[in-house]
């Protein structure tokens, strides 16, 4: 009897696997949707319509974009964590929703670690300091220098409290031992014309919304935030080739698929996804809008996630910028 119950388990065993090889063999063999947990134009939206292009290309299927905003992209990425594990619904996430609301937010009606499949990094772009042209703040160390002096009258704005200009500003702030005035706005825009119209000392802001206002004269480029130049503008030093490093970050696009997906499939995903980003038009048109193409295994991404996560909680924790 053991023997004969040894047997059936094994076959079902092999049975199961085969029927996850042949899935991945035929995959895919419809529609696949990518969700965007913002509204269309942004630039995660953005993105994701460049990848799933290239995708319908490649893989002779139709890739279709669906924007699915609201909650700081709770709705979107609850959408994919409760869909069929079958990899046609995959997830376009970005550094808010998936490593920086966690800690921000106490009731997320989502869990990244429990939830999601990590399947590749696509891009990301450095974060751009900036002081005003017409001020006295030329460089970084005048920027250190003057918030040294005077903490309680430099003030900096960001897109809102927990959003990545903030956080990174108090990052590089922890990182130099220095402090500043934040003035948290509804959203970039508002932040950038109150900086333009010089009622703040300085901004982090990223380089695809930065790079047109350092060409127009109208931002002081002081450094980037990433350990590499920015090809969008590479006259810009980095932080770390300024001697205020390690320093490295970033806002980044990665996708995913509910955590349930088979590994085969996730794999052909991670393989599809890296074929893309390696076509010389996607990189073209990631870096004219100042992103780079990044690419790379399902393993490497899931480390990079929690890596984000862990630093962005200390420093959610750290400033207290919970939020109910």
């Not at 388990?9 to 913002?38: D, E, R, Y």
């Not at 893989?59 to 869909?83: L, R, Y």
């Not at 350990?227 to 490295?248: M, Y």
Request: glycine residues 8%.
């Amino acid at each position: 009897m053991r023997s004969i119950y040894s047997f059936t388990l094994s076959v079902c065993v092999v049975a199961l696997g085969s029927i996850g090889v042949t899935h991945a063999a035929n995959f895919p063999a419809k529609t696949i949707k990518i969700v965007v947990p913002f509204t269309p134009g942004g630039a995660v939206d953005s993105v994701a319509r460049i990848l799933a292009e290239e995708l319908t290309k490649q893989e002779d299927t139709n890739v279709i974009v669906e924007n699915k905003p609201g909650a700081g992209g709770a709705i979107g990425v609850s959408n994919v964590t409760k869909a069929k594990a079958d990899g046609y619904t995959l997830l376009l996430g970005s550094i808010g929703p998936i490593t920086i609301n966690p800690s921000l937010y106490d009731d997320l009606p989502y869990s990244v670690s429990d939830e999601l499949a990590p399947i590749a990094l696509l891009a990301n772009t450095p974060l751009l300091i900036a002081s005003q042209p017409n001020g006295d703040i030329k460089n970084i160390d005048d920027l250190i220098r003057a918030l040294e002096e005077e903490p309680e009258s430099k003030t900096y704005g960001s897109a809102g409290v927990g959003n990545i200009t903030h956080l990174a500003t108090e990052y590089f702030l922890d990182s130099v031992n220095v402090k500043a005035v934040h003035v948290p706005y509804q959203g970039s825009a508002p932040a950038i014309a109150d900086f333009l119209g010089g009622r703040l000392d300085f901004i982090f802001d990223v380089v695809p919304t930065a790079t047109p206002y350092v060409k127009d004269g109208q931002y002081q480029p002081l450094a980037v935030t990433t350990s590499k130049r920015s090809d969008a503008i590479p006259d810009v030093p980095t932080l770390e080739e300024l001697g205020h490093g390690p320093f490295d970050v970033s806002s980044w696009f990665g996708i995913f698929a509910p955590s349930a997906t088979p590994d085969e499939i996730l794999e052909k995903l991670n393989e599809m996804t890296n074929t893309a980003l390696k076509s010389e038009e996607v990189q073209n048109k990631l870096k004219s809008m100042g992103y780079n193409a990044v690419g790379g295994s399902q393993d490497s991404f899931k480390e990079f996630v929690e890596s984000e996560t862990s630093r962005w909680a200390k420093v959610v924790n750290d400033v207290g910028a919970q939020q109910d």
